[in-house]
């Protein structure tokens, strides 16, 4: 069964880091694209940051530009997310997305969530 585990999230003081790692099984993480998205308190699911299958192109939103970095780890199958200097508006659920095709099926799976609270 194909799982993402989301790893990595805490409590956290204004200013501080996390590395958030989205792990996979039954699923080879570098075939398909991967996205972190991040739910605040009361406030709509949004994307964060974005990773292609092929040749690593980034995304980042406007908000965690120059903060955030995501990266591949393929000999772990995993997908890290270094944040930097943190904000308390960085506190949410952040979840990791896989989403991709194979032989024609697309495919798009969630994990779990990993709670993130920035303290000011």
């Known amino acids: 069964q194909v799982q993402l585990v989301e790893s990595g999230g805490g409590l956290v003081q204004f200013g501080g880091s996390l590395t958030l790692s989205c792990a996979a099984s039954?699923?080879?993480?570098?075939?398909?694209?991967v996205s972190w998205y991040r739910q605040p308190p009361g406030k709509e699911r949004e994307l964060v940051t974005s990773?292609?299958?092929?040749?690593?192109?980034?995304y980042y939103a406007d908000s965690v530009k120059g903060r955030f970095t995501i990266s591949r780890d393929n000999a772990q199958n995993t997908v890290l997310l270094q944040m930097n200097s943190l904000k308390p508006e960085d506190t949410a659920v952040y979840y990791c997305?896989?989403?991709?095709?194979?032989?024609?099926?697309?495919?798009?799976?969630w994990g779990q969530g990993t709670q993130v609270t920035v303290s000011s």
């Open positions: 997305n896989a989403l991709g095709a194979v032989a024609g099926t697309a495919y798009d799976y």
């Open positions: 039954e699923l080879t993480l570098s075939n398909y694209a």
């Open positions: 990773i292609s299958s092929i040749g690593g192109s980034t």
